[in-house]
C-alpha cells in the first residue's frame, strides 16, 4: 500500500479498530484485530460461533463496559479520537453509535413511547409526533403501525419488533448503528425487509452487522471481515481477524484458505 | 393384562426377560406409585384438619364477642366492657409507619446492591449478611431496639413509644424487603436495560423507565407479605416493653409518634394469660380480627402479583 492510499484510508475511516484485544476476566476471547470500517458502508464480521464478533462490536460502542470484568486492550477510534480515552463518557459514545441487538427488546411501553423516550432522554427539541412518525417511515414500519402507536411494543410480530428497535435506534440519529445478528431470530421475510432497510440506511448511517448468514453478508455487504476462532492449551476459544476486503473480493477470490473453506461452506 | 406378542430374542442377554415378570414387577411398580399418591394425599389432609379445628376453634370462641362494642371500647378490668379499638389503631400506627420506613429504606437498598453495586467481595458478603439477618430471631431485634431506640434514642422516641416500635419492626423487616427487592429486579430481561443503554441512556434513565415499572408489582408483593410478617410479631414488641392496657389513643400529630402503645397480638397475649375464661374469649375474637387483615394483606399481594403478571 502506498502511503498516499493510507492516509486516505485514514480520513475515510469512521471507525478504527487498532491491536484490539478483548479480556473476559482472565480470558482472552479476541486477540489483537486491526480493521477500519468506512463511512456510509455496510460491513459485515463473518465468522464461527465463538470467533469473537460479537465482542468486538461491543467495543465500538462501550458495550463491553456493561459486562462484568470485561477488558479492553488496544485502541479503538470513532472519527479519530479514542473511545476508551479516559475523558470519553460511555453514555455520550453510545448515543452517537446506535444499537440493534439479535433478539427484538422494545420496552414494554407503546409503540410511540418505545421512540419517545429516547428522544426524551437525550434532549429533543423538535416535536416528538413527528420525530416518531419519520422514524417510523424510515424503519419502513409507519404504514404497518400507525392506527396503533398506543399498542404495545410487544404486541407486535418479530420482524416487526426488529424494526422498531431499529425506528428507535436511528430516531436518535446516530453516525453508526452496530447490529448484532438483527435477522437471526426472524422469518425469510422479514429479513428480507430488514435488509432492504439497510440497503436504504446506508446512505445515511455507517452499519456494521455481524451475521451467521454467508449470503446475508454477501448480499447486502460492502466490507467483510472474516473471523475464525482457535483453541488455546487450556480449551478457550481465541477469536482472531482472517482476511478483511471489499465482499466481492472475500466471497469470490479469498486470500486465505480458511476464508475460502468457510465462504463456501466447507466448515463453520 | 394380556402380554403383547412376543418379540425377537434381544441382542443383549440381560435384556432376556420373561414378559410375565415384566408385567408382574410393572404391577408392583404401579402399587407404590398408588400408596405414594395416597400417603400424600394423606399429608394435604392431615395438615388442612389442623388448619380447620383451628380456625373452627378461635370462631366458635370468638364470633359471639365480635361485636360493635368490641371494636370501640378500650381494654378494662370487667371482660364485658373490654374491647380492642386501643389494640387496633395501635396496629395501624405501627404498620403505617412500618411501611414508610421500610419501603424508601428497603427498596432503595435492594436497587442499589443489584443495579449499581459492581459484583465485588465486598457486595457478596453483604448480600450473605442480609440473608442471614432474615433469619436472626426477632427478640433480638426487639433487643437492639430496647437499647437503640428505646434508651440511646430516648430524646427523639420517648422511650417506649409507637415510634421505637415501628422503627425496630421495620428493622426486623427490612432484610425481607431488600431480598424480594433485588429478587424482583434479578427477573426483569437485561436485554431491556441494553436495549436503553444503547440508546444512551444512564443508567438511573434505565432504571427508572424501564426496569423499576415492571419490577414494581414484584417489590410490592414482598413489602406486603413483609409487612404481614410485622403485624403478627410479639416478642420484640415485648422486649421493648409495648404497654397492655392504654385506655387511650395516640393523637393524630407528631407528637401522637412518641405516646405509648399496643397492638393486637400483645392484645391477645395479655389476655391469653389471663386466668377469667372470658378473656379467653376475647383473645379469640382479637384473633379473627389480626387474622382477617393478614388474609386481605395476603390478597392483595396475590393480586398484585397476577394482575401485572404478562
Not at chain 1, 108 to 115: A, V
Not at chain 2, 284 to 310: D, E, H, P, S, W
Request: aromatic residues 8%.
Amino acid at each position: 500500500m502506498t502511503t498516499n492510499s493510507v492516509s486516505q484510508v485514514a480520513t475515510k475511516a469512521c471507525l478504527r479498530a487498532k491491536n484490539v484485544s478483548v479480556y473476559y476476566g482472565p480470558f482472552l476471547a479476541v486477540r489483537d484485530v486491526s480493521l477500519d470500517i468506512f463511512r456510509n458502508e455496510i460491513t459485515a464480521l463473518i465468522g464461527p460461533s465463538g470467533c469473537g464478533k460479537s465482542t468486538l462490536l461491543r467495543c465500538f460502542n462501550r458495550t463491553n463496559d456493561l459486562i462484568l470484568g470485561a477488558r479492553v486492550e488496544g485502541k479503538v477510534t470513532f472519527q479519530g479520537s479514542d473511545l476508551y480515552d479516559e475523558g470519553v463518557d460511555p453514555v455520550y459514545v453510545r448515543r452517537r453509535i446506535g444499537m440493534v441487538f439479535q433478539k427484538p427488546n422494545p420496552f414494554t411501553k407503546s409503540i410511540y413511547e418505545n421512540i419517545a423516550f429516547a428522544a426524551r432522554i437525550n434532549g429533543y427539541k423538535g416535536s416528538i409526533d413527528e420525530l416518531v412518525e419519520t422514524s417510523l417511515q424510515r424503519a419502513a414500519l409507519w404504514d404497518e403501525v400507525k392506527d396503533k402507536l398506543k399498542e404495545s411494543g410487544l404486541s407486535l410480530s418479530g420482524g416487526q419488533q426488529q424494526r422498531l428497535c431499529i425506528a428507535r435506534a436511528i430516531a436518535i440519529e446516530p453516525e453508526v448503528i452496530l447490529m448484532d445478528e438483527p435477522c437471526s431470530a426472524l422469518d425469510p421475510i422479514s429479513t428480507l425487509q430488514i435488509e432492504e432497510l439497510m440497503r436504504e440506511l446506508e446512505s445515511r448511517y455507517t452499519i456494521v452487522i455481524v451475521t451467521h448468514n454467508m449470503q446475508q453478508a454477501s448480499r447486502i455487504s460492502d466490507k467483510t471481515a472474516f473471523f475464525n476462532a482457535e483453541s488455546t492449551e487450556t480449551g478457550n476459544k481465541v477469536g482472531y481477524l482472517v482476511e478483511y476486503g471489499d465482499t466481492e473480493q472475500i466471497f469470490s477470490e479469498p486470500r486465505e484458505q480458511a476464508t475460502q473453506d468457510y465462504v463456501s461452506g466447507r466448515f463453520g | 393384562m394380556t402380554p403383547l406378542s412376543s418379540q425377537s430374542t434381544p441382542l443383549d442377554a440381560g435384556w432376556d426377560i420373561e414378559q410375565k415378570e415384566v408385567l408382574s414387577a410393572l404391577g408392583k411398580r404401579k402399587a407404590i406409585d398408588k400408596w405414594f399418591s395416597w400417603l400424600a394425599l394423606f399429608a394435604v389432609v392431615f395438615s388442612l384438619f389442623v388448619l380447620v379445628v383451628l380456625l373452627a376453634d378461635v370462631i366458635i370462641d370468638g364470633a359471639p364477642v365480635l361485636s360493635w362494642n368490641f371494636f370501640t371500647s378500650f381494654p378494662s378490668r370487667r371482660p364485658a366492657d373490654a374491647g380492642i379499638v386501643s389494640a387496633l389503631v395501635g396496629t395501624v400506627w405501627v404498620m403505617v409507619l412500618v411501611a414508610l420506613f421500610t419501603f424508601p429504606i428497603g427498596v432503595g437498598a435492594g436497587i442499589f446492591l443489584e443495579e449499581f453495586v459492581p459484583d465485588s467481595l465486598i457486595a457478596k458478603a453483604v448480600e450473605i449478611n442480609i440473608s442471614n439477618l432474615a433469619g436472626v430471631p426477632s427478640i433480638i431485634y426487639g433487643l437492639l431496639g430496647l437499647q437503640v431506640f428505646v434508651r440511646l434514642l430516648f430524646v427523639i422516641t420517648q422511650g417506649r413509644s409507637v415510634l421505637s416500635g415501628a422503627l425496630t419492626l421495620a428493622l426486623l423487616v427490612l432484610p425481607i424487603v431488600i431480598i424480594a427487592t433485588r429478587e424482583s429486579l434479578r427477573s426483569i430481561p437485561s436485554s431491556l436495560r441494553q436495549a436503553g443503554f444503547a440508546l444512551g441512556a444512564t443508567r438511573w434513565q434505565v432504571i427508572r423507565s424501564h426496569v423499576f415499572p415492571l419490577a414494581l408489582p414484584g417489590i410490592l408483593t414482598g413489602v406486603i407479605l413483609a409487612l404481614s410478617r410485622a403485624i403478627g410479631e410479639t416478642a420484640p414488641l415485648i422486649t421493648i416493653g409495648a404497654l397492655t392496657y392504654i385506655p387511650f389513643l395516640p393523637e393524630l400529630s407528631l407528637r401522637g409518634l412518641q405516646s405509648p402503645f399496643t397492638v393486637l397480638p400483645i392484645q391477645i397475649y395479655n389476655w391469653v394469660s389471663r386466668p377469667q375464661t372470658e378473656f379467653h374469649d376475647l383473645a379469640a375474637g382479637a384473633i379473627i380480627v389480626l387474622m382477617v387483615i393478614l388474609l386481605m394483606m395476603n390478597a392483595t399481594a396475590i393480586y398484585l402479583r397476577n394482575r401485572f403478571q404478562k
